[in-house]
């Protein structure tokens, strides 16, 4: 029904192009606004998100983009089944999925070759990507740090220890990094990074919370400029 609801779209786009007449004539029937809007969401640029944690990220790209005429997220996947986004989100535009990781190479990826998103985002996710993904979706696979890289990046590097090994160290600055996901952890090519002045006050709680506000901030403004030009 749907397929057959595009389809009918793409012919009545190919007249209109030659047929003035035709398109003030459309645009007084009540079908016409009923295929437009599909045709409208199959336009946008697809977004899946992958999660590990509480999803807060997620929850703030949704919102930056549920009223986008350019951009839809279309699923959230977690590995998690404890997730408080799994258990919360009420979004009945966004698909949710939880995964065991002994999917993510097979069952997963299949479903995601289907979906054929423009960009998958890694927001909190904390399982190391197949290689299989790297090369079907290339450049396609970003992921957010909270450190300015390749400080405090690889393996076993994330969230809170980052910030207290910042708050040790006595580091002067910290920050986010978005980039390209490889097949190395954290070493893909670098694509956007934000500094921050670390305070003499600076805790781990604080630091965690400046980073946060990086991260709502300059994540959807990334995906932004990477799917719209």
């Known amino acids: 029904m749907f397929i057959s609801s595009v389809d009918?779209?793409?012919?009545?786009?190919?007249?209109?192009?030659?047929?003035?007449?035709?398109?003030?004539?459309l645009l007084n029937k009540k079908d016409f606004l009923k295929y437009i809007e599909p045709c409208n969401y199959l336009m946008k640029k697809k977004i899946v998100?992958?999660?590990?944690g509480r999803g807060t990220n997620a929850l703030n790209i949704i919102s930056q983009f549920r009223d986008s005429d350019e951009i839809s997220v279309?699923?959230?996947?977690s590995n998690n089944k404890n997730s408080q986004f799994l258990k919360s989100h009420n979004d009945s535009k966004t698909d949710t999925s939880y995964f065991s990781n002994d999917q993510l190479p097979y069952s997963v990826f299949e479903e995601l070759k289907t979906i054929d998103p423009d960009l998958i985002v890694?927001?909190?996710?904390?399982?190391?990507?197949?290689?299989?993904?790297?090369?079907?979706f290339k450049n396609k696979i970003i992921n957010i740090h909270p450190s300015i890289l390749p400080n405090y990046?690889?393996?076993?590097?994330?969230?809170?220890?980052?910030?207290?090994?910042?708050?040790?160290?006595?580091?002067?600055e910290?920050?986010?990094t978005i980039h390209y996901v490889s097949n190395q952890y954290d070493s893909g090519e670098i694509i956007f990074q934000k500094k921050i002045n670390v305070e003499k006050n600076d805790?781990?709680?604080?630091?965690?919370?400046?980073?946060?506000?990086?991260?709502?901030?300059y994540y959807p403004k990334v995906i932004q400029s990477l799917l719209v030009k």
């Open 174 to 176: 910290t920050g986010i």
């Open 153 to 172: 990046g690889g393996k076993g590097m994330y969230g809170s220890k980052i910030h207290t090994k910042v708050i040790e160290n006595k580091e002067r």
């Open 8 to 25: 009918k779209i793409k012919k009545l786009l190919s007249k209109l192009v030659f047929n003035s007449k035709l398109y003030l004539y």
């Open 203 to 217: 805790t781990p709680k604080t630091i965690e919370e400046k980073i946060h506000i990086l991260e709502y901030e």
């Open 122 to 136: 890694l927001a909190g996710f904390l399982k190391k990507i197949p290689t299989i993904y790297i090369d079907y």
């Open 49 to 52: 998100i992958f999660i590990s």
């Open 74 to 77: 279309i699923k959230v996947y």
